[in-house]
Nanobody
C-alpha cells in the first residue's frame, strides 16, 4: 500500500486545517487501524489519533481531544484529520500509517506497518 498525506500548510494560531491520507495499491479495508502521528523538530514521533477502519472507533492523544477529529470516507478510501484551534506547538510533520495486526496497540509507532511521507503543518503566531 502507498499512503499519501496531504493538506498541510501554514496557518495562524487559532486556525484550522484538514489533513487527508489517501491509500493506493490496497484499500484501507485490508488494515485494522489507520493512525495519525506527528513529529516536531528535535522531538520523537508521537501519537495523534487513530481510527479502526471496520468499526470506526476513534482514539486520541489526551492532549488533543476536543480540538482534533479523525474520520474516514470508505468510498474515497481516505482518512481525514480535522485540526481546529491550532496552536504553535502543533507545528510538526504529520504522518499517516496503517496497522495490520490484530493486537498491536494503536498508540505505538512500532505497531504500524506502512507509513506515508508526511505533510508539514506550520502554525504561526
Amino acid at each position: 500500500v502507498q499512503l499519501q498525506a496531504s493538506g498541510g500548510g501554514l496557518v495562524q494560531a487559532g486556525g484550522s486545517l484538514r489533513l487527508s491520507c489517501a491509500a493506493s495499491g490496497r484499500t484501507f479495508g485490508n488494515y485494522r487501524m489507520v493512525g495519525w502521528f506527528r513529529q516536531a523538530p528535535g522531538k520523537e514521533r508521537e501519537f495523534v489519533a487513530a481510527i479502526s477502519w471496520s468499526g470506526g472507533d476513534t482514539y486520541y492523544a489526551d492532549s488533543l481531544k476536543g480540538r482534533f477529529t479523525i474520520s474516514r470516507d470508505n468510498a474515497k478510501n481516505t482518512v481525514y484529520l480535522q485540526m481546529n484551534s491550532l496552536k504553535i506547538e502543533d507545528t510538526a510533520v504529520y504522518y499517516c500509517a496503517v496497522q495490520r495486526g490484530a493486537f498491536g496497540h494503536y498508540y505505538y509507532t512500532s505497531t504500524y506497518d506502512y507509513w506515508g511521507q508526511g505533510t508539514l503543518v506550520t502554525v504561526s503566531s
